[in-house]
């Protein structure tokens, strides 16, 4: 097994320079098999009968449906696919790294969101959707906000707005990243075959990985949904009315 942490493969694209391609293929996956998967989905809607992947399904919306329109009231229904979707797509982004690709060599493989080009990229996103929206409620008065409740309190008005995609682009990062990389060093240790006098360390710490992935799965869901909470809480913050 040789499989490296913070290298990728690298495409030299006109004007935009170096792209790390493995992440992007492996974003291309992610997509391509959910599309699959909820077309699979859809297609057993046709039956009269519930099924137990619909009602699992359902459940992760109405979930996230009940915690959007509890925050932002009823005009956050608009915005209930757009969680969804960003919900979903963290997930799948964070648990594709339990799959071994890399171990076999292969171009892709990975959580892409152990990579900053994805997950900066997913926090602008959020960031300017937000200003969209807020900009289209309540016009140039939006701006106001970082003037409140005194002026002086300007500056630190506009780093509270720089600092909330930063903070989460690195929490999703961070999180994602620590979890791959004592993967990847507990398994080193396991195929390099190292004692410790009469103590096999290789053998001793063999069903770490297993608890790892485990520990990596209930991280990588916290994390969608810290993210995706985040999210709809900044958006309730810029629509709320001044008072």
């Known amino acids: 097994m040789h499989e490296q942490i913070g290298e990728h493969i690298l495409w030299h694209l006109p004007l935009v320079g170096g792209v790390h391609a493995d992440t992007i293929m492996t974003t291309w996956l992610v997509m391509i098999i959910a599309l699959l998967f909820f077309g699979w989905i859809g297609a057993s809607y046709r039956s009269p009968y519930v099924t137990k992947r619909q009602a699992v399904l359902e459940a992760v919306f109405n979930y996230i449906a009940d915690l959007v329109t509890s ?11 757009f969680f969804v979707a960003l919900f979903i797509f963290i997930f799948l982004l964070n648990q594709f790294g339990m799959l071994p690709f ?122 969608a949904f810290v993210f995706t909470l985040l999210a709809i809480v900044y958006l309730s913050l810029a629509l709320a009315d001044e008072h």
Not at 71 to 81: M, T
Not at 128 to 138: D, E, L, N, S, T
Not at 161 to 169: D, G, K, S
């Open 102 to 223: 890399k171990a076999f060599d292969l171009p892709f493989g990975g959580s892409p969101t152990a990579d900053l080009n994805t997950v900066v990229p997913l926090a602008l996103v959020v960031f300017c959707m937000i200003q969209a929206v807020a900009f289209r409620k309540k016009g140039l008065s939006y701006l106001g906000h970082v003037f409140k409740p005194f002026p002086a309190l300007f500056p630190v008005n506009v780093l509270d707005e720089i600092l909330r995609p930063i903070t989460l682009a690195a929490r999703l990062f961070f999180n994602i990243f620590v979890g791959e990389l004592l993967f990847v060093i507990v398994t080193s240790i396991i195929v390099a075959r190292i004692s410790i006098g009469f103590f096999n360390l290789s053998l001793g710490v063999a069903v770490v990985p297993i608890l790892i992935q485990f520990f990596n799965f209930f991280v990588g869901t916290i994390q």
């Open 71 to 81: 925050v932002l009231g009823e005009g956050g229904e608009p915005f209930v696919p």
